[in-house]
T-cell receptor
Framework: GAGVSQTPSNKVTEKGKYVELRCDPISGHTALYWYRQSLGQGPEFLIYFQGTGAADDSGLPNDRFFAVRPEGSVSTLKIQRTERGDSAVYLC??????????????FGAGSRLTVL | AQKVTQAQTEISVVEKEDVTLDCVYETRDTTYYLFWYKQPPSGELVFLIRRNSFDEQNEISGRYSWNFQKSTSSFNFTITASQVVDSAVYFCALSEAGRGGNKLTFGTGTQLKVEL
């Protein structure tokens, strides 16, 4: 597509529920990133995919968070047993073929998650 | 560890005024990259500039200019003759070339409000 597409744009859930957030990167971009942005803060790195594999998942806060990219295109961020502290905007970005040093990251509009 | 500090939380100016957004960074790497992103109310992060650590030349793009000074670890952003459309949150970010090169570390952002 023309840009990075994220769905849903808004998700409200109850504490303890499972949620999935989807990211559709720019066509042909091999690198995909997930970031989390809390209110009044800058985005924080969660995970980076190169193709189908997670090349760096050091930013995932705990084992309730998991992400997949089975065909090297669309990615899904999965959060189990959601907690109120998980409330944030989850941003996805993609780049042509690698890290931000050599590649411009294009961000989506984000998925706003609210855990009640 | 890498860190980015944007001490100005919010700046308000009147249209046509010049405004400078400050950014100070910390890194142990000798090779690194600095970025500025704009986040309008729509939420998408818009890339503005990338600068590598070996290029200290100032850059001008239209009404935007950037001043990179390694001696003070600063990468400041100036908007000349500000316009209402410049109102947004601006983020400075850093990426190291080493093992952490897959991630951007963002500052907390500066909210710029340009009023008529």
């Amino acid at each position: 597509g023309a840009g990075v597409s994220q769905t849903p744009s808004n998700k409200v859930t109850e504490k303890g529920k499972y949620v999935e957030l989807r990211c559709d990167p720019i066509s042909g971009h091999t690198a995909l990133y997930w970031y989390r942005q809390s209110l009044g803060q800058g985005p924080e790195f969660l995970i980076y995919f190169q193709g189908t594999g997670a090349a760096d998942d050091s930013g995932l806060p705990n084992d309730r968070f998991f992400a997949v990219r089975p065909e090297g295109s669309v990615s899904t961020l999965k959060i189990q047993r959601t907690e109120r502290g998980d409330s944030a905007v989850y941003l996805c970005a993609s780049s042509l073929n690698g890290g931000p040093g050599a590649n411009v990251l294009t961000f989506g509009a984000g998925s706003r998650l609210t855990v009640l | 560890a890498q860190k980015v500090t944007q001490a100005q939380t919010e700046i308000s100016v009147v249209e046509k005024e010049d405004v400078t957004l400050d950014c100070v960074y910390e890194t142990r790497d000798t090779t690194y990259y600095l970025f500025w992103y704009k986040q309008p109310p729509s939420g998408e992060l818009v890339f503005l500039i990338r600068r590598n650590s070996f290029d200290e030349q100032n850059e001008i793009s239209g009404r935007y200019s950037w001043n990179f000074q390694k001696s003070t670890s600063s990468f400041n952003f100036t908007i000349t003759a500000s316009q209402v459309v410049d109102s947004a949150v601006y983020f400075c970010a850093l990426s190291e070339a080493g093992r952490g090169g897959n991630k951007l570390t963002f500052g907390t952002g500066t909210q710029l409000k340009v009023e008529l």
